[in-house]
């Protein structure tokens, strides 16, 4: 379920963009790349968008280590816009309603067939929040090499039980949206499926966006959310070829 802490927006933070905007399947896409990449990641944003600025410098960073990394524009032009009126949450329901990750799910797969098409065979995905619930579905077919869950919201155990890619499972400890009692249960599926690769941790002092949304202006959230993009590094490192 969402709850405050997925309709808060991270701090304002200022990246100068090495990649470019263009076409890719049904969506406008961020993209960068660096050298020459053998393998592909899409990055699924959470409900602020393809453009968070945060998002973009991850994207920039995957690609200078090695990947061609895309982040589609899922939602259109339309992310979430917190309310004014002093509950920015007031809103959600409204948006969210013409925003569901189900909804998506057919797109994601042309994105991959794109990459495809472009050459790169060995795909991975990361989905941050609401791009979870989108990540998760491709993770329960065959057109993924490796999966990231960071943080996810409306992902459930039922999904967990369905996945059939390699995924790692990056959860909060403090966290509305995935509370440590459901990141265990997944945690617990996934032990119980010994034949599927998997990572799933609950990281102490944590909050939910924590990978994407920290506060750069922070040492403490600036070395967590690195700790976190490190383990996404290393688990396409293992998986994506």
């Given at each position: ?11 304002g933070?200022?990246h100068?963009?090495?990649g ?9 896409a ?13 990055l ?10 945060l998002?973009r ?5 995957m690609?200078?280590?090695g ?12 992310p979430?816009?917190?309310s ?10 409204d ?22 098409e ?5 795909v ?20 993924l ?71 750069p ?25």
């Open positions: 379920m969402a709850g405050p802490q997925c309709c808060t927006p991270g701090p933070a200022e100068c963009c090495v470019k905007e263009e076409t890719c399947g049904p969506f406008l961020y993209i960068t790349s660096h050298h020459t990449p053998t393998a592909a990641v899409v699924v944003n959470d409900i602020f968008g393809f453009d968070a600025p998002l410098k991850l994207a920039d960073k690609a200078y280590a990947y061609y990394v895309i982040v589609p524009d899922f939602f259109n032009k339309d979430f816009v917190p004014n009126t002093g509950n920015p949450f007031a809103n959600f329901g948006w969210f309603k013409n925003h569901q990750a189900l909804d998506s799910v057919e797109g994601a797969k042309q994105v991959v067939e794109c990459l495809h472009k050459g790169f065979s060995s991975g995905a990361v989905g941050f929040c609401w791009g979870a619930k989108l990540a998760v579905q491709l993770a329960k077919g065959d057109c090499k490796a999966a990231v869950l960071a943080h996810p919201s409306f992902v459930t155990v039922e999904d967990i039980q369905d996945v059939k890619t390699p995924i790692a499972i990056l959860a909060a400890e403090i966290d509305t949206s995935t509370p440590p009692a459901l990141a265990q249960k997944f945690i617990d599926t996934l032990k119980s499926k010994p034949e599927l690769e998997s990572f799933a941790h609950i990281y102490p002092g944590v909050a939910h966006g924590w990978t994407c949304r920290y506060n202006d922070d040492p403490n959230e600036v070395a967590n959310a690195e700790e976190a993009h490190s383990k996404m590094l290393e688990w396409f490192g293992k998986f994506l070829q």
